[in-house]
């Protein structure tokens, strides 16, 4: 029989070139799951639906699911200043749209589509940020730290992850 005997160190013990190395041996540790969830939630509570986002490229494709003054009434109600001022500024233009429609008893539907369409557009910029923001956090060398800390993790004195 052969006993083999292993210091292991939890991360915060590890000197600064060991947790480097953990750091980047967990670098997806914090986006292995769906972690985008709670923002798709926050956008379906509103009223907009996010089919796919890829923060490499800088793309989202998001659609409404209710009618965008729904949209906009739900953000002032829900969400701060940066999205909030967004659907300020849309619910100004659409309720100007609204009374000319009354008075001249025509649908300016061009005007109106536009509208829609540019603040759909600012609303997946918005959301995009947040996703951004979000995955940027996640695999940030604090955050995976917190998490390898957290777990308990045992690691050899280079870095490596101890399994026992």
Known sequence: ??????QTYKFSELSDDAKKKAIEKHWDKMIEWDWWEFI??????????????DVYRKN???TFEDDP???ANAILKDY????????????ARYNQIEQLVEEDEILPSDELE???EDFLHDLGECFLSLLNSEYEWRTS????????????YDFTADGNRFNY
Do not use: C, H, P, W
């Open 141 to 152: 060398d604090e955050a995976i730290g917190e998490e390898l800390e957290i777990n308990d």
């Open 114 to 116: 536009q509208l829609n």
């Open 69 to 71: 003054d729904d949209v």
């Open 40 to 53: 798709y939630e926050d956008a379906k509570r509103i009223g907009l639906k996010i089919n796919s986002f």
């Open 60 to 62: 989202i494709d998001i």
């Open 80 to 91: 701060g200043e940066a999205m909030g001022n967004t659907a300020t500024e849309y619910l």
């Open 1 to 6: 029989m052969k006993e083999v005997i292993v």
